[in-house]
């Protein structure tokens, strides 16, 4: 096929298995059940390293020394702090609407920010001042989210603290109480497992707004627009909600057949890349087992029913559970609100998707694919009108 003396190639709807670009940062090695951040095993760093280590790795393609993490760490702290002018701005946003929509609401915060600090086009700025943009927009996000959470409840902001971690910070400003030191590994574990994922709908997005040479702020809203989808980021509280639904375990299997009958979704089962157990929901499961209680054993249980009934009913399909079945569980146990679940998946997954801008600005080439057209013959002519 041909348009405009272009050679058109067809590929697989959804774009599936189609490469759109190299990249340094890491891969997705689906029917493996591996995925890794450059050289390494993501389940491996989220075992082994701080969020801030992994960050570090993400930005500057190795990890840090602890003279360079000291730098880093005390250098993200400083940007946490949320800047004065900015505060007004999130009591109006945390107020708007009916419902809490805490990722619409950072889509606005970080588009205002950008506005705030002047932020320049990619295209406009040299390699360090692109990096200190990603920094500030990665290192404030927390804040950001914490206070709409906590203004939209009628209550006053919590101030990061310079000697908590990210992962404390991030459970010390949305409670207001210092967190548990087991919690905060777990939800550190669980952010930085989530950091990246290939090139999953949000992350491509952000490239293409990239190589169009905007700005690190409209590249992320544009990201926050696209992960807000249940079928993408919003999915964590979704499947915890389901085991509410499902409520004691006799209810197992008519809830999961319900279900399939009347063709729903089953919420933190199925991946579009996996082809086996999803290696961060044997990570989280892990975790929540260590941490224990109810919610686990009722977890699992679900967790065994389903995919048997699957195996049974969708033959060959190979469906297991993703993050986000045992991700809400694991915030549910250390305290994060339901309404958080999502606003804490975005979290560690805004250090992923800036790291791929910051790779994408490196190409001056726009993303630009091309489309079928599948509608009436052209030209036509115009029909008579009265």
Known sequence: MTNNGNTLIDVPAGLRNVIAADTRLGDVRGKEGFYHYRQYSAIDLATACTFEEVWFLQFEGHLPARVELDVFTECVARL???????????????????????IAGLRTAVSMLATLRDLLPLWDC???????????????????????????????????????????????????????????????????????????????????????GADIASAIAAALGTFSGPLHGGAPDRALDSLDEIGTADRIDDWVRRKLESGDRIMGFGHAVYRTDDPRSIMLRDIATGLGGDLVDFA??????????????????????????YAGVVMELCGIPRAMFTPTFAVGRIVGWSAHILEQAENTRIIRPSARYTGPLAPQPIPPRD
């Open 80 to 102: 946490r702090i949320l800047p004065p002018d900015l505060l007004p701005m999130l009591s109006a946003i945390a107020a708007a609407g009916r419902e809490f929509h805490p």
């Open 300 to 325: 699992v249980a679900v967790e065994r029913r389903v995919v048997e009934i699957l195996a049974e009913v969708k033959p060959g399909r190979q469906l297991y559970t993703n993050v986000e079945f």
């Open 126 to 212: 040299d390699a360090a001042t692109q990096r200190e943009d990603a920094l500030l927009i990665c290192a404030v996000t927390p804040t950001i989210l914490a206070a709409l959470y906590r203004l939209r409840g009628g209550l006053a902001p919590v101030a990061p603290r310079a000697d908590l971690s990210l992962a404390a910070n991030w459970l010390y400003m949305v409670t207001g109480l210092l967190p548990d030191p087991i919690a905060t590994r777990a939800i550190e574990r669980y952010l930085i497992a989530t950091i990246d994922h290939g090139f999953n709908p949000s992350t491509f997005t952000a490239r293409i707004v990239a190589s169009a």
